[in-house]
């Protein structure tokens, strides 16, 4: 299968080509794409591989999904607007991103409990990245710690999601991590300081954090410990043994397989036996959002981190200029791909104003929405520097794992490279608003 090498962009050149090349010479044999290439039939295969619960926590928006829709449906206004005889021999996917020369426009986004999707989760997901020089923003809610998924694609690009706890310990604690791992950058998640009132899940009950999923970020940090064992010390009365149900094991070994021992040289029984494992999910569920967050309160971030910081959440154009005069180093304009606010405004109806009031100043990031290379080359001819997916990956690992997500990167990039191509251009830096028409 075609890869991008990392950080080559001559590498990104022709990538369609390629791709149908293999693609159809494998054909020949009787061997088919591990995923399906079409965005809708992705998600119906996704939806037949994975459990009820995974696919409700993964495909599912806020309310009634009207905010889902809305960011699809934004696309449909917009047409590309080919001009022929050109010579397109040589297509260049290039950009530049936070200071480096990247080989595509491509970023994945963060994608948490992807332990859901497939048992090798965020591990699987950063060796498909690494392998098309995509960088992957690695989530706080990821199912493996930090330093586990720098090791398991050493030297790829890579930025850290935070999302902002009510410990103001433990927010320095992760960006030291993320700074001491390798990551690039800082991504700060602003619209999760209240979690959205996502009805697929609230019908099934079900919240993967409450089952010990995706805090692997928190199991294994120092800080995050010390204020379970807090927890427990002071909750502590009589001493007698916590019953060990099948929901306790499930927790506690998810925490041990995932994490780090809560409790240094303690066995898995023991920490079974212990009130820890519910220790910790309560203690996640205690400190995990801030719903007193504020503009003000970002200034500590430069002191835990010298890495740049991008804001990500932003769609309005006031808090976008408001991020550059603060002094921030990007925006990410998303929405969270619907799941935060139902009948919230599209993403792609605001990137064109908040691109043209901060970009060339700081890079801006999109997302929500996007599932295919043509959506890519729109959101790009409208403003975006770099454009983020992130169900789409999700799907590709949960139908076939890491080859899964390999191959839905390198269909996004080869339909991105071929519509360049059609529409008359060379290179992404000619994307621009006179490479499309208004509906």
Same mark, same amino acid.
């Given at each position: 299968?075609?890869?991008?090498?990392?950080?080559?962009?001559?590498?990104?050149?022709? /990538?369609?080509?390629?791709?149908?090349?293999?693609?159809?010479?494998?054909?020949?044999?009787?061997?088919?794409?591990?995923?399906?290439?079409? @965005?809708? #039939?992705?998600?119906?295969?996704? !939806?037949?591989?994975?459990?009820?619960?995974?696919?409700?926590?993964?495909?599912?928006?806020?309310?009634?999904?009207?905010?889902?829709?809305?960011?699809?449906?934004? *696309?449909?206004?917009?047409?590309?607007?080919?001009?022929?005889?050109?010579?397109?021999?040589?297509?260049?996917? =290039?950009?530049?991103?936070?200071?480096?020369?990247?080989?595509?426009?491509? &970023?994945?986004?963060?994608?948490?409990?992807?332990?859901?999707?497939?048992?090798?989760?965020? &591990?699987?997901?950063?060796?498909?990245?690494?392998?098309?020089?995509?960088?992957?923003?690695?989530?706080?809610?990821?199912?493996?710690?930090?330093?586990?998924?720098?090791?398991?694609?050493?030297?790829?690009?890579?930025?850290? !999601?935070?999302?902002?706890?009510?410990?103001?310990?433990?927010?320095?604690?992760?960006?030291?991590?993320?700074?001491?791992?390798?990551?690039?950058? /800082?991504?700060?998640?602003?619209?999760?300081?209240?979690? @959205?009132?996502?009805?697929?899940? &609230?019908?099934?009950?079900?919240?993967?954090?409450?089952? @010990?999923?995706? +805090?692997?970020?928190?199991?294994?940090?120092?800080?995050?410990?010390?204020?379970?064992?807090?927890?427990?010390?002071?909750?502590?009365?009589?001493?007698?043994?916590?019953?060990?149900?099948?929901?306790? /094991?499930?927790?506690?070994?998810?925490?041990?397989?995932?994490?780090?021992?809560?409790?240094?040289?303690?066995?898995?029984?023991?920490?079974?036996? =212990?009130?820890?494992?519910?220790?910790?999910?309560?203690? *996640?569920?205690?400190? *995990?959002?801030?719903?007193?967050?504020?503009?003000?309160?970002?200034?500590?971030?430069?002191?835990?981190?010298?890495?740049?910081?991008?804001?990500?959440?932003?769609?309005?154009?006031?808090? #976008?200029?408001? #991020?550059?005069?603060?002094?921030?180093?990007?925006?990410?304009?998303?929405?969270?791909?619907?799941?935060?606010?139902?009948? =919230?405004?599209?993403?792609?109806?605001?990137?064109?104003?908040? =691109?043209?009031?901060?970009?060339?100043?700081?890079?801006? %990031?999109?997302?929500?929405?996007?599932?295919?290379?043509?959506?890519?080359?729109?959101?790009?001819?409208?403003?975006?520097?770099?454009?983020? +997916?992130?169900?789409?990956?999700?799907?590709?690992?949960?139908?076939?794992?890491? !080859?899964?997500?390999?191959?839905? /990167?390198?269909?996004?990039?080869?339909? &991105?490279?071929?519509?360049? @191509?059609?529409?008359?251009?060379?290179? %992404?830096?000619?994307?621009?608003?006179?490479?499309?028409?208004?509906?």
């Amino acid at each position: 299968m075609s890869t991008v090498a990392p950080n080559d962009p001559a590498a990104a050149r022709g /990538i369609s080509r390629r791709t149908q090349s293999d693609i159809y010479r494998a054909g020949i044999s009787g061997a088919r794409p591990a995923v399906p290439v079409d @965005g809708r #039939a992705l998600d119906a295969a996704a !939806q037949a591989a994975l459990s009820a619960e995974a696919y409700a926590y993964i495909a599912g928006g806020a309310g009634a999904e009207a905010t889902v829709a809305a960011n699809r449906a934004e *696309f449909d206004r917009w047409q590309v607007w080919p001009r022929p005889l050109r010579d397109v021999t040589v297509r260049d996917l =290039s950009v530049d991103f936070l200071g480096r020369s990247r080989p595509t426009p491509l &970023l994945l986004a963060p994608l948490g409990v992807m332990e859901l999707a497939h048992p090798e989760g965020d &591990l699987a997901v950063a060796r498909a990245a690494a392998s098309a020089g995509v960088p992957y923003t690695v989530s706080n809610q990821a199912s493996f710690p930090l330093e586990r998924i720098a090791q398991s694609a050493p030297g790829a690009p890579r930025l850290f !999601q935070l999302y902002w706890s009510a410990s103001d310990q433990l927010n320095a604690s992760l960006l030291g991590r993320a700074e001491a791992s390798g990551c690039e950058a /800082i991504v700060v998640t602003l619209d999760t300081h209240l979690l @959205g009132w996502r009805t697929r899940d &609230l019908d099934l009950a079900y919240l993967p954090f409450t089952r @010990g999923m995706g +805090i692997a970020q928190y199991t294994s940090d120092p800080v995050f410990r010390d204020l379970v064992t807090q927890r427990t010390s002071a909750s502590a009365t009589d001493g007698s043994p916590v019953k060990v149900t099948p929901k306790t /094991i499930a927790a506690g070994v998810s925490i041990a397989r995932k994490g780090a021992p809560l409790t240094g040289s303690r066995s898995l029984r023991d920490n079974l036996r =212990s009130p820890l494992p519910r220790a910790a999910v309560e203690t *996640f569920l205690d400190v *995990f959002s801030t719903p007193s967050l504020t503009w003000d309160d970002l200034a500590k971030a430069r002191e835990w981190t010298s890495l740049p910081i991008i804001l990500k959440g932003i769609v309005h154009p006031d808090d #976008a200029e408001r #991020a550059v005069d603060a002094g921030l180093d990007g925006v990410w304009i998303s929405n969270h791909g619907g799941r935060q606010i139902d009948r =919230s405004v599209p993403t792609l109806a605001v990137l064109p104003e908040i =691109s043209e009031r901060v970009s060339g100043r700081v890079p801006v %990031v999109f997302d929500s929405g996007v599932r295919s290379g043509a959506d890519a080359a729109i959101a790009l001819a409208l403003g975006a520097d770099v454009v983020a +997916i992130g169900r789409p990956c999700a799907y590709g690992l949960g139908i076939a794992g890491e !080859q899964g997500v390999r191959e839905v /990167i390198r269909n996004v990039l080869a339909e &991105l490279d071929i519509t360049l @191509g059609l529409a008359g251009l060379t290179s %992404v830096a000619e994307l621009d608003r006179d490479a499309l028409r208004a509906v």
